[in-house]
Structure formats: structure tokens, C-alpha cells
């Protein structure tokens, strides 16, 4: 499995971006998706993701109600919408993918920079 991210750029704080992770690959044996982000200094952290069997999905706190993540089985992509973008949600956001062979995939990576 590949995972390619694109969309990150510069926003002023209040606006919006929209993520796109696109998976190739052996696609079918993805069981759980979802979206980091690591800001300098600071350890990477979940931000959202989802199970793809049971649909579970979960947010951090900080992200909860601006922040949707989402997907399109059919173009094997997942979106991360990023609404009302604070300085604080300033990173590098990576995708990440697990599989039922228990590894892990990583995306390189998309900056994301948000403007006081």
C-alpha cells in the first residue's frame, strides 16, 4: 500500500482546507485509516481517523466539530475537511493506514500553515 497526501498550503486563521490521501496498492487490506499531524517540537498525534469495517470514527478533542474526516471507497482517497483553522492546528498532517497484516503505511506528508 502507498498513501499520497496533497492539499496542505497556507490559510489564514478562520479559513478552510481540504486533505486528500490517495491509496494504491494492495487498497483491500486496509482495515483503518486516518490522519496525524506533527507540529516542530512537538510528538505526532491522531487527529482523526476511522475503522473501515465498523465505521468507527474519532476525533481529538481540539479538532472536534471544525474538523471531518471522510473517505471515497471508490477513489480509494480520504479527506481531512478543515474548517475554522486556528494557528495551533499549524503541522506537517500525515495519513496513515494500518492493514490486516498488521503494518503500518505512512504518506510523506502536507504542511499545513495557518496565519494569525
Known amino acids: 500500500v502507498q498513501l499520497v497526501e496533497s492539499g496542505g498550503g497556507l490559510v489564514q486563521a478562520g479559513g478552510s482546507l481540504r486533505l486528500s490521501c490517495v491509496a494504491s496498492?494492495?487498497?483491500?487490506?486496509?482495515?483503518?485509516m486516518g490522519w496525524y499531524r506533527q507540529a516542530p517540537g512537538k510528538q505526532r498525534e491522531l487527529v482523526a481517523g476511522?475503522?473501515?469495517?465498523?465505521?468507527?470514527?474519532r476525533y481529538v478533542d481540539s479538532v472536534k466539530g471544525r474538523f471531518t474526516i471522510s473517505r471515497d471507497r471508490a477513489k480509494n482517497t480520504m479527506y481531512l475537511q478543515m474548517n475554522s483553522l486556528k494557528p495551533e492546528d499549524a503541522a506537517v498532517y500525515y495519513c496513515?493506514?494500518?492493514?490486516?497484516?498488521?503494518?503500518?503505511?505512512w504518506g510523506q506528508g502536507t504542511q499545513v500553515t495557518v496565519s494569525s
Open positions: 496498492g494492495s487498497t483491500f487490506s486496509i482495515n483503518a
Open positions: 496513515n493506514a494500518r492493514t490486516t497484516w498488521d503494518t503500518t503505511i
Open positions: 476511522f475503522v473501515s469495517s465498523s465505521g468507527y470514527t
